[in-house]
């Protein structure tokens, strides 16, 4: 079993910066596959981009390219959602997702384990 814990999120104003750290904890003994996601009440849960554990690529979203960086830290089991220039519509629940596989980039999204999210407010 894995648990995902994530970390770092609040109030910030517009044009501001945070960054959110997932924590991985438990059973992992293979390469996998890690992905940020966010989620406004009332809509789908949209994919941001994910990270690869063996060869550190990463993948991308264009609502997000450019403004949000995924990095990781594999000694610490953590990835990272820097966000940049954050605006109004960047409001949401973030979660961090993992699946113990490579990453398809830009094709499936993980989902095998879920973290329980950390909110992002973006208001002036």
């Known amino acids: 079993q894995v648990q995902l814990v994530e970390s770092g999120g609040g109030s910030v104003q517009p044009g501001g910066s945070l960054r959110l750290a997932c924590v991985a904890s438990?059973?992992?003994?293979?390469?996998?596959?890690m992905g940020w996601f966010r989620q406004v009440p009332g809509k789908e849960r949209e994919g941001l981009g994910t990270?690869?554990?063996?060869?550190?690529?990463?993948y991308y979203v264009d609502s997000v390219k450019g403004r949000f960086t995924i990095s990781q830290d594999n000694a610490k089991n953590t990835v990272y959602l820097q966000m940049n220039s954050l605006k109004a519509e960047d409001t949401a629940m973030y979660y961090c997702?993992?699946?113990?596989?490579?990453?398809?980039?830009?094709?499936?999204?993980?989902?095998?384990?879920w973290g329980q999210g950390t909110q992002v407010t973006v208001s002036s």
């Open positions: 997702a993992l699946v113990l596989r490579r990453c398809e980039h830009g094709t499936t999204w993980p989902s095998q384990y």
């Open positions: 438990g059973h992992m003994y293979s390469r996998k596959c």
């Open positions: 990270i690869d554990s063996g060869d550190g690529s990463t």
